[in-house]
């Protein structure tokens, strides 16, 4: 599947061909002016998260979305009152996307950040950790896992299953990169990301105390952002599976951070 289109990761070929290797049938839907719709049966019912992706500076059109056979939608599409004409209506409250643009340099990203951020990764450059990157490797990494099912616990938040993360890893293996922070021999924080090209989305991360303590999640940004930048990516995604507690979706994750725009969480038409 081709589009013109960046793709957000739950409408991208490389999601749908891990939701394929875990046994759940993927639906293409086609509709005119838009991506190919990947969608799934949830309970029954033919249900899509982040889409349908509208392309060419195309509009929304009610009369296609309210013939797709789609009775559930996650959106990102601006115009709440075309779902609406559709015969959707709003079910779960609207959540956030942030989105981080990495076609500028580091250093610049760095300048435009605000005082507080740019201070928090200042400091973590001070303290002697050292930071390795590595494809995920389910016998290398289970420890991760490990203590994203901790933090899970502790915190009262449901992500998405981590067979998820090895499928993924199965069928696009260079697209899984997990950064480490290592203070002596010992890992105090870490990041796992999904790509999915030009996007790479920030899927699982953890961090310990001691990694809090010196801002290692900052730092360990950088050369991140360094490589995405050199390797064309547009934009970083922070996963609602690994940060909002408690309201992760079973088979879409649903895209939550810190700014941007609100989305049409959620819809249901009406028969």
């Not at 839907?29 to 969608?39: D, E, F, H, K, R």
């Not at 029954?44 to 009369?63: C, K, V």
């Amino acid at each position: 599947m081709t589009s013109a289109a960046p793709l957000p990761l739950q409408q991208h070929a490389y999601f749908g061909n891990a939701l394929g290797l875990l046994g759940r049938q993927v639906h293409v839907l086609a509709l005119p002016s838009a991506a190919p719709v990947l969608a799934v049966r949830q309970f029954g019912q033919l249900m899509t998260s982040r889409g349908p992706i509208w392309q060419g500076g195309a509009a929304p059109s009610a009369d296609m979305l309210r013939t797709s056979g789609l009775r559930v939608v996650n959106t990102d599409a601006p115009d709440a009152s075309t779902l609406t004409q559709a015969g959707y209506r709003m079910i779960i409250t609207p959540a956030y996307v942030a989105e981080l643009d990495l076609s500028r340099p580091p250093n610049v990203r760095i300048n435009h950040a605000k005082a507080k951020w740019r201070n928090i990764w200042r400091r973590s450059q001070d303290t002697p950790v050292v930071i390795k990157e590595a494809c995920f490797d389910p016998a290398n990494h289970q420890w991760l896992l490990d203590a994203d099912n901790r933090q899970q616990r502790q915190k009262r938040f449901r992500g998405l299953p981590h067979a998820l993360i090895s499928a993924y890893a199965a069928c696009h293996p260079q697209d899984v990169p997990v950064f480490v922070a290592f203070e002596d021999d010992t890992p105090i924080a870490a990041m796992l990301f999904l790509l999915h090209r030009p996007i790479a989305t920030y899927h699982l991360g953890w961090t310990s105390a001691r990694g809090r303590q010196v801002g290692h999640q900052d730092q360990k940004e950088n050369p991140l952002h360094r490589r995405l930048h050199a390797a064309g990516r547009r934009h970083g995604r922070d996963g609602l599976d690994c940060r909002v507690r408690g309201t992760a979706e079973r088979d879409f994750p649903a895209p939550s951070g810190r700014c941007s725009a609100p989305r049409f969480q959620g819809g249901g038409r009406q028969h």
